[in-house]
């Protein structure tokens, strides 16, 4: 059984800190690490996929890999209220593998 | 491009009546996913398509669901006979398989069984 963890929150950030959420994973074999956001009453959208261990910047987001610890995390730096959601880590086995998604992180972003 | 297009947006039903879902994934995908999302149990994959075949259905509750894609554009969830814990959000979404399994959701379908 593939197993997703997040904390559930509500993590509450300073606007203009920076965001940082976690996520762990129980299956070993995982290949593809993503992270959507979901507005309330919205569907997730895709905000960055990372497949390589390390570091994957994109624009204030960066999410970093660590496959050894099972850990995948997204930093959100210069955090806006506009960032704040819930944060869903979801991993897959690749391929066309569906994905398995954690219950997210809530965030709320304070002006 | 539309996105995933589901419908209906919001249903309504009482416990015992059947509910059909449907799902217009993104042209030229050709994955494409079934998710329930609930308070308590988050977004749970129900069962999903590769080229219009059932790849894992394991996801699937009870045997009072049933999905099924008789084309790349066109794709039923139907629940029958419904109760009222199938009460949810129900969320297609579609992917292009081998390049990513990047999914994109639609919009949902908010299903009440009273």
């Known amino acids: 059984q593939k197993e997703v963890e997040q904390n559930s929150g509500p993590l509450s950030v300073p606007e203009g800190a920076i965001a940082s959420l976690n996520c762990t994973y129980s299956?070993?074999?995982?290949?593809?690490f993503f992270w959507y956001r979901q507005y309330s009453g919205k569907s997730p959208e895709l905000i960055m996929f990372?497949?390589?261990?390390g570091d994957k910047e994109d624009g204030r987001f960066t999410a970093q890999l660590n496959k050894a610890s099972q850990y995948v995390s997204l930093l959100i730096r210069d955090s806006q209220p506009s960032d704040s959601a819930t944060y869903l880590c979801?991993?897959?086995?690749?391929?066309?593998?569906?994905?398995?998604f954690g219950k997210g992180t809530h965030l709320i972003i304070q002006p | 491009d539309a996105g995933v297009i589901q419908s209906p947006r919001h249903e309504v039903t009482e416990m015992g009546q059947e509910v059909t879902l449907r799902c217009k994934p993104i042209?030229?995908?050709?994955?494409l996913f079934w998710y329930r999302q609930t308070m308590m149990r988050g977004l749970e994959l129900l069962i999903y398509?590769?080229?219009?075949?059932?790849?894992?259905d394991s996801g699937m509750p009870e045997d009072r669901f049933s999905a099924k894609m008789p084309n790349a554009s066109f794709s039923t969830l139907k629940i029958q006979p419904s109760e009222p814990r199938d009460s949810a959000v129900y969320f297609c979404?579609?992917?292009?398989?081998?390049?990513?399994?990047?999914?994109?959701f639609g919009q949902g379908t908010r299903l009440t069984v009273v």
């Open positions: 398509f590769n080229n219009n075949v059932p790849i894992d």
């Open positions: 990372i497949y390589s261990n």
């Open positions: 042209s030229g995908h050709n994955s």
């Open positions: 299956d070993r074999g995982s290949q593809s």
């Open positions: 979404a579609s992917s292009l398989t081998g390049i990513s399994t990047e999914a994109f």
């Open positions: 979801a991993v897959s086995g690749g391929g066309a593998d569906g994905l398995t």
